[in-house]
């Protein structure tokens, strides 16, 4: 139990809470089984019912709906399992380069944008919004959003899976929206306009963050627009790391030689620490992000920080 505490508070602060939030609901949701009329009333008040004008009178289930897993049986555990699985695996890394503000903003947009995209589509193609008659639950929208996001934001970030070996994350979230496709012409009653809702969302969250789609000046701070100012003739650790992955369009810019003092003296310590960076960027450039260990990203990301 101890060395399951020290693990748990070892991991980002929203990742392990939206998670938490998740599991404890699933639970909740079998106890609440045993008295249907207050899983009826849950269900009716927090899962998501996509059907105008219903969910103006009750809006919060755009969000709500996006935390609870509440099927029984081995269906049940292996959605909230998955999805609680992907969350881990792919947020993990991105709480601890982008902050925990960002994750939660990626988490809620993403699964409001999904709920978006049901109430869209439902008129049209009820078949593709759930069955009609159960409302829709899951993080299935939010964790697609959040792969998509990263996908985009990392176009190198690798991830082994079973059978398939190293493949680009981008190509796994395609695989996704593929059988997603598929899921449209079958009754599995699985909210597929959810899913697209939740990958378009995460696909517009990052193009904004690499700055290729512009937003009103109220809504930056949503996508961390709000920072420091910094000197023009300095760029950012963030830049000098999009530009490694070809996120902003142009090269890495060019290092400088940390400039020793007047007197002699050996550099200081945050002359030091640029080195250390340096040397990290090289390796990414070299090797990819995945080839750090975890001091290296640790590192990195105090000094996206700075």
């Known amino acids: ?29 079998q ?43 081995l269906p049940g555990l292996l959605h909230v399992g998955f999805n609680m699985l992907w969350l881990y695996w792919i947020g993990k890394e991105f709480e601890r380069m982008h902050g925990r503000e960002q994750f939660w903003t990626v988490y809620l947009m993403t699964g409001i944008g999904g709920g978006i995209m049901c109430l869209l589509l439902q008129p ?9 008659v159960v409302p829709v639950v899951g993080a299935s929208a939010s964790v697609l959003g959040v792969l998509m996001a990263v996908a985009i934001l990392y176009p190198y970030k690798q991830i082994g899976l079973l059978f398939f070996g190293v493949v680009r994350l981008l190509y796994v979230v395609i695989g996704f929206l593929i059988i997603d496709a598929l899921l449209m012409l079958s009754s599995s009653g699985t909210a597929v306009a959810a899913h697209w809702g939740g990958a378009l ?27 420091r100012r910094r000197s023009s003739t300095q760029p950012s650790l963030l830049e000098r790391f999009k530009g490694l ?16 003092s007047s007197d002699g003296a050996p550099p200081s310590r945050s002359n030091n ?29 105090e000094a996206s920080q700075s």
């Open 1 to 29: 139990m101890n060395q399951f505490r020290t693990w748990y508070y070892r991991q980002p602060q929203a990742l392990r809470t939206i998670i938490t939030i998740n599991v404890v609901v699933y639970v909740l949701a």
């Open 31 to 73: 106890f609440l089984h045993l008295w249907p009329s207050g899983f009826r009333f849950v269900m009716e008040h927090l899962a998501l019912h996509p059907v105008f004008p219903d969910i103006l009178f009750e809006p919060w289930q755009l969000v709500t709906y996006n935390f609870m897993h509440t099927s029984g049986g």
């Open 124 to 132: 049209l193609f009820p078949t593709i919004t759930g069955t009609g």
């Open 201 to 227: 969302t995460g696909f517009l969250y990052a193009k904004v963050v690499r700055d290729e789609i512009g937003v009103p000046a109220w809504l930056a701070p949503l996508f961390g627009g709000k920072r």
């Open 245 to 260: 992955f070809g996120l902003s369009g142009g090269r890495s810019p060019s290092r400088q030689r940390p400039a020793s």
């Open 273 to 301: 620490r640029s080195k250390e960076v340096d040397r990290i960027l090289d390796k990414i450039s070299e090797q990819g992000y995945d080839a750090l260990s975890d001091d290296e990203k640790r590192t990195l990301y």
